[in-house]
């Protein structure tokens, strides 16, 4: 698929696609409220779905070195492509991160694949995105359309790490950006991370379902390491429990 900059993906789904340009390249989701990129990086990106995200911060800034996360075979597979195809410095790993080792069951939607998750329900998926469609500008008609078969489900099972295993295992000393989108498992990324590896991250970008406090639990944790933390909600998710994360470390402040 070529996307609208002149760039071919690997893509899954095209819509689905559409959708992730135009928040991550079109809106620069991502980078707000002080989130930078610098030369000779280390970027860890959890839930990279079809590399999206890692393809738009290569862009941004070549010179970056990527660890990519995503327990789903299919997107896993474009994801690999694409980091080969764009030269992309770095490697795919097809697991999931969390605040456990083992294996997991992750419900995976082959027409939504960013909403597959360990925590999925397909019901409060499909209202989710209806709602998203209808403020989009789409009408009834096109929207039920969309809709249509879409939150079908597989239960896949799929390896299961946390963050400083990875982290022990490969070596990394440091980690500039963690950008986090794992549909409602965003605090269990977080809670794999053991204390001696906090002063490591310099940056968190996260998407958050405040389920449960959610939230709060995400935000405090990242204040009590050393981050100033902003807290953003698109007009298009307004009403739902959908945030986004920006959390920076302050100067001075190691963990």
């Not at 896993?76 to 991160?97: D, M, P, W």
């Not at 995400?218 to 807290?231: C, I, N, Q, W, Y």
């Amino acid at each position: 698929m070529n996307l609208p900059n002149g760039l071919m993906v690997s893509h899954v789904s095209s819509g689905e696609t559409a959708l992730l340009y135009r928040d991550i390249f079109a809106e620069r989701c991502y980078m707000q409220h002080g989130i930078t990129l610098s030369p000779g990086g280390t970027v860890f990106d959890v839930g990279a779905n079809i590399g999206m995200s890692a393809l738009f911060f290569h862009t941004e800034c070549a010179d970056l070195t990527f660890h990519c996360f995503e327990p789903a075979p299919i997107p896993y597979t474009a994801l690999s492509t694409n980091l080969q195809t764009h030269g992309i410095q770095g490697t795919a790993t097809r697991c999931a991160l969390s605040d456990y080792s083992g294996t997991g069951r992750l419900t995976y939607y082959p027409d939504s694949t960013v909403m597959s998750g360990f925590h999925a329900d397909a019901a409060s998926e499909a209202a989710l995105t209806r709602s998203f469609l209808l403020r989009s500008g789409f009408d009834e008609e096109d929207v039920e359309d969309m809709l249509a078969g879409r939150h079908e489900v597989l239960e896949i099972e799929c390896p299961v790490r946390t963050l400083s295993e990875v982290i022990a295992e490969r070596g990394v000393t440091s980690i500039d950006l963690l950008k986090v989108d794992v549909e409602k498992s965003e605090l269990e990324v977080l809670r794999g991370l053991d204390e001696a590896d906090w002063p490591k991250v310099r940056q968190v970008v996260a998407e958050v379902h405040d389920l449960d406090g959610t939230l709060k639990a995400f935000t405090s944790l990242l204040e009590k390491h050393g981050f100033g933390v902003a807290v953003e909600q698109d007009a298009l998710l307004a009403e739902t429990e959908i945030y986004e994360v920006f959390a920076v470390r302050k100067a001075g402040k190691a963990g």
